[in-house]
């Protein structure tokens, strides 16, 4: 194919699977979580194409029935990670040399795996690994990670397309480099497409990287990195390393090598590499890309002219889907008095009447938080609650940690919307919602704006067109994703590109050509056909 110029297909987004009663992929999904329930995977490393059994063993269990193992995984050592950016850096000669639709095909060839033969292992693993729905982890592990591969190839081609002009005479060229060194890509427990994206992005741009996963999302990880190697990606492109200590990370940060990092996760913990790279910034080979999705405190605002039941609907929906375990997930509301009144009986009556427990059962709508650290955080945050002067739990606000770690969906409200149910994250089931006064919007929209240190996502719900004008000026840097009329969670690929910035992130935009231009360094060539013989110009002759 040297002689040709290739267009990869036009991606789609994938179809979204249904899993209603008798229907087909219900059945092969139910048989898939069974061989779940009934196998206990050992997992190695990957360095360099070579598993790497280290013996450290540590343990994967169901959230929802925290008794049941389902994985076993060899923890990484410190040489283990040492390993794995020398494979990186070797596995780079050849990867970063072959043709940008050699690369493109691995992982077209990986979407295609995904979408058929692999479709409901990958989705059963994350439905027990890390007790998600049998939507919720259709449209992640299945239809997201799908659509990050296929669109990324598109994004990637468009990039590439991008030229210079050439004035006469002479031919200007611009190519994306792969960036000098290797990139370390850190993903975390909530979303298995996450895991799926952060590590082939910028191996689709000619990268090598070191993966390390998240340890409750293990299982999921693993089978994703099972598709990869099936789809064709050379040993050492992508080097799995699970299990590495938060101290011995220091090992690629500290690298001359090191280009740069794809981070998902907390924002304590971003900042915390960040620092370490600038103290380290001498040592480097490059400036490094640090690329970082973190934390977020995501509203929904309610203007006095919303609609009392798309509103519920959002709050329960944006904010209880996947146990609020997302980072756009809802859990600070802002709610005007009158549409309080409206619409407080019958979104209390859904949330207490929302199913939990064992995904396995297919009529629950949540199961468990991840593991007992959050529902200990959670529990916590419940009961403080209860002891704050001005707040209520009004609706759930029982945990039960006997079988699964499980929490109730929990609604507080708060008299004093500075509370710290208003600020902080928790990462779980609970929406703290103030009302205030029909009169007070613009009070409100500047409250909104100030309350939280993140600028995730933030929705806006009315009926009056200058209310949303209002509201998308006033809080034009609350949110990298902003939502009229919808909940503030659910970013398709190809639609809506997400990322946040102030305490949230870098705001580079995954599933989008932007998030890929940051794992590229451009070089332009220019060639003059007739170079000039003579240092002089006209001006210097004599008149």
């Known amino acids: 194919m040297n002689d040709a110029i290739v267009h990869v297909p ?81 596995a780079r000669r050849e990867w970063s040399a072959m043709p940008w639709e050699a690369r493109a095909a691995c992982l077209l060839k990986a979407a295609e795996l995904l979408a058929g033969p692999w479709r409901m292992r990958v989705n059963a693993a994350t439905m027990h690994g890390q007790s998600k729905t049998c939507h919720q982890a259709e449209i992640d592990a299945a239809c997201e990670m799908i659509d990050f591969w296929r669109f ?47 590590p082939t992005a910028p191996a689709l741009m000619g990268n090598t990287v070191v993966w390390k996963p998240a340890e409750s999302q293990l299982l999921a990880a693993w089978r994703t990195f099972q598709v990869l190697e099936e789809a064709g990606f050379p040993p050492g492109v992508i080097n799995f390393i699970p299990g590495l200590g938060h101290s011995h990370t220091n090992i690629l940060l500290d690298h001359p090598e090191f280009a740069g990092m794809h981070f998902t996760g907390s924002t304590d913990v971003f900042n915390m590499m960040w620092k370490r790279v600038a103290d380290n910034i001498g040592k480097y080979r490059s400036y490094p890309r640090l690329v970082g999705e973190t934390g977020g405190k995501d509203f929904i605002l309610a203007h006095r002219s919303a609609d009392p039941k798309a509103l519920a609907t959002a709050i329960v929906r944006g904010g209880y889907e996947y146990q609020g375990q997302k980072c756009s997930a809802a859990s600070r509301v802002y709610v005007a008095q009158s549409v309080w009144a409206a619409m407080k009986d019958e979104l209390v009556d859904t949330i207490n009447s929302l199913k939990m427990g064992n995904v396995n059962d297919f009529s629950n709508f949540m199961g468990a938080v991840i593991k007992k650290g959050a529902f200990d955080k959670h529990t916590a945050a419940i009961a403080e609650a209860r002891e704050t002067r001005g707040m209520q739990v009004v609706a759930g606000g029982q945990t039960d940690d006997k079988e699964g770690w499980f929490v109730r969906p929990t609604l507080l409200t708060t008299e004093d919307p500075m509370v710290r149910h208003m600020k902080d994250e928790f990462f779980g089931p609970i929406v703290t919602l103030h009302v205030y006064p029909d009169s007070a919007w613009d009070d409100t929209l500047k409250l909104v704006d100030r309350t939280s240190p993140y600028a995730l996502t933030g929705a806006v719900f009315a009926r009056d067109r200058a209310a949303i004008v209002e509201a998308q000026n006033a809080l ?68």
């Open 10 to 90: 036009e991606p789609i987004n994938e179809p979204v699977l249904g899993y209603a009663p008798g229907s087909p992929e219900r059945a092969r999904l139910k048989a898939a979580l069974k061989d779940v329930e009934r196998e206990v995977v050992e997992i190695p490393c990957v360095v360099g194409g070579q598993h790497v059994r280290t013996g450290k063993i540590r343990e994967v269990v169901m959230p929802h029935a925290h008794k049941h193992v389902v994985a076993r995984f060899h923890a990484a050592e410190p040489e283990t990670a040492e390993r794995a950016i020398r494979a990186a850096l070797e």
């Open 152 to 198: 990324n190839v598109g994004f990637a081609q468009q990039l590439y397309q991008i030229q210079p002009k050439s004035a006469p005479g002479m031919w200007n060229m611009s190519e994306l480099r792969p960036l000098e060194g290797f990139v370390f890509a850190l993903t975390p427990f909530n979303f298995t497409a996450i895991g799926g994206n952060l």
């Open 476 to 543: 034009r840097d609350a949110a990298g994703n902003f939502y009229i009329n919808d909940k503030p969670t659910g970013a398709v690929v190809g639609q809506q590109p997400f990322g946040g910035a102030r305490a949230s992130g870098t705001d580079d935009k995954a599933g989008s050509h932007l998030n890929l231009l940051r794992w590229t360094a451009a070089r332009t060539i220019k060639e003059t056909f007739a170079p000039p013989t003579n240092y002089r110009y006209s001006f210097l002759d004599e008149p």
